[in-house]
């Protein structure tokens, strides 16, 4: 089983960045495709990001691209989310995710994180 933890989610302006982590603990965090998601209050959750178990491969949202990279050091069991030129809209509350393979689907995961919020001001 993985256990996975989100930090980094805070307030910042328009145009400024964030670094969301995802720590994980568990023997077998190497082998999971993990991905990002986000859930805006009132919308269904949103595919984000993805990466597969190496980090040779990621896939983005439309929205997502050219502005959030995902990254992960399997070394120190952890996932990245670099997010610039931020918008009001991406705020939502980020979930970490762990799965099989790098889907954009939510049901394609099988441990999530407790979230961190991420507030955008204009």
């Known amino acids: 089983q993985v256990q996975l933890v989100e930090s980094g989610g805070e307030l910042v302006q328009s145009g400024g960045s964030l670094r969301l982590s995802c720590a994980a603990s568990g023997r077998a965090f190497s082998s999971y495709a993990m991905g990002w998601f986000r859930q805006a209050p009132g919308n269904e959750r949103e595919f984000v990001a993805a990466?597969?178990?190496?980090?040779?491969?990621?896939y983005y949202a439309d929205s997502a691209k050219g502005r959030f990279t995902i990254s992960r050091d399997n070394a120190k069991n952890t996932v990245y989310l670099q997010m610039n030129s931020l918008k009001p809209e991406d705020t939502a509350i980020y979930y970490c995710?762990?799965?099989?393979?790098?889907?954009?689907?939510?049901?394609?995961?099988?441990?999530w994180g407790q979230g961190t919020q991420v507030t955008v001001s204009s």
């Open positions: 990466i597969n178990w190496s980090g040779g491969a990621t």
């Open positions: 995710a762990a799965g099989g393979v790098p889907t954009s689907r939510p049901s394609g995961y099988v441990y």
